[in-house]
């Protein structure tokens, strides 16, 4: 049973479309859920609102905590459409065994999650390019400052109506190569979506900004030489006709935008490959102009063409700076089928 908490109180919502940005805005509503004593309850949607802990809660000292990213999508019908959501809470229940985090019934969760995105549905923004972001988490709320996983835990679900992830949107990102910092190993928690995750990655991100790129590219920690991801994205290239993206070796968060376009192009005739892929086989296949094209895939900026890549202080344009075909084609029809603006023959969208 999901109690429902109404408010009349409603915040003013975002009126230029275009300004939306990502993740500045929240909705109304929230989805809580506690755990404690061996089970889940006290399910509720309520008020959107800042919720107090104590300073020594688990997640606050030992980073306990996972979280998942998706859409969900509103067109000129009226529809609400959202991408693949049993996807988001089976990887949530993986990362969650990782982590040492009771597992949450999938079933209930999505229900919960639909009943909130239709009480918010006028949340969701309908201008070419924008959704409403869905951020579940779980984090450990047990107060103890010993290194055990928590006994007591709090599941939320907060909305954010979104633009585009980058400011200048869909043009080519330029990326570079990380050859010091790691991001994970295998055996650590790579492919979990835990928060931990994020926080080491931040020095490598911020030190790449300065220089003026968008992103990193991972290298696999052991011997810095085959490609993981990228910030928050898995990495695709196009080598002499060949769409390559690196294996899930267990360092890599395996990605459900990945595993989309994986499927896209097989359903229509292109050759992919999840392999090891080496910077230098891809510096090569740059310089015999074999590169045909770069890019990123998330939920956040769906498909993000790449244009530059810098190694070891040397710049490698990719396919003359400009965005590729394959990564177009991807981008418009992953984005036409979350709109519905193309039809959906994998039956990928949860109408609600
Ligand atoms: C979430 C995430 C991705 C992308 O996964 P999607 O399911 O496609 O959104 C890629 N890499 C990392 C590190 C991530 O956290």
């Given at each position: 049973m999901i109690e429902i908490i109404h408010t009349e109180k409603r915040k003013e919502k975002?009126?230029?479309?275009?300004?939306?940005?990502?993740?500045k805005y929240f909705t109304d509503y929230m989805f809580t859920m506690r755990y404690s004593e061996g089970a889940w309850h006290d399910a509720k949607i309520e008020p959107y609102a800042p919720v107090a802990f104590d300073l020594a809660t688990t997640v606050f000292h030992y980073a306990q905590g996972i979280f998942e990213g998706l859409k969900a999508f509103r067109n000129e019908k009226g529809e609400v459409r959202v991408f693949r959501p049993e996807e988001n809470f089976k990887r949530m229940n993986r990362s969650a065994a990782r982590m040492c985090i009771p597992p949450i019934d999938e079933k209930f969760v999505l229900e919960g999650l639909y009943e909130l995105l239709r009480l918010e549905r006028d949340w969701i923004p309908t201008a070419p390019g924008t959704a409403l972001y869905i951020r579940p988490s779980i984090i450990a709320t047990k107060?103890?400052?010993?290194v055990h996983a928590s006994s007591e835990y709090l599941f939320f679900i907060i909305l954010s109506p979104v633009g585009?992830?980058?400011?200048?949107?869909l043009a080519p990102t330029r990326l570079l190569v990380e050859?010091?910092?790691?991001?994970?190993?295998?055996?650590?928690?790579?492919e979990a979506k835990c928060i931990a995750n994020y926080a080491v990655s931040l020095k490598a991100g911020e030190e790449a900004e300065k220089k003026g790129f968008d992103q990193v590219l991972w290298l696999d920690a052991?011997?810095?030489?085959y490609i993981e991801e990228v910030g928050s994205m898995n990495m695709f290239f196009v080598l002499d006709g060949e769409v390559v993206t690196p294996e899930?070796?267990?360092?890599i968060l395996p990605g459900i935008t990945r595993k989309s376009c994986i499927e896209l192009l097989q359903a229509n005739g292109y050759r992919v490959s999840e392999r090891r892929v080496s910077i230098d086989e891809v510096i090569r296949a740059q310089k015999e102009g074999k590169l045909n094209e770069a890019f990123g895939t998330g939920t956040a900026a769906v498909i993000s063409p790449v244009g530059m890549m810098e190694y070891k202080g040397t710049d490698y344009v990719v396919n003359g700076g400009e965005m590729g075909s394959i990564t177009k084609w991807l981008y418009d029809t992953i984005t036409g089928i979350q709109t519905g603006r193309l039809d959906d023959p994998f039956g990928w969208v949860v109408k609600l």
């Open positions: 975002p009126a230029d479309q275009s300004q939306l940005g990502f993740g107060v103890a400052l010993g585009s992830y980058y400011a200048h949107g050859d010091y910092y790691t991001r994970a190993t295998v055996g650590g928690t790579g052991n011997e810095k030489k899930l070796v267990g360092s």
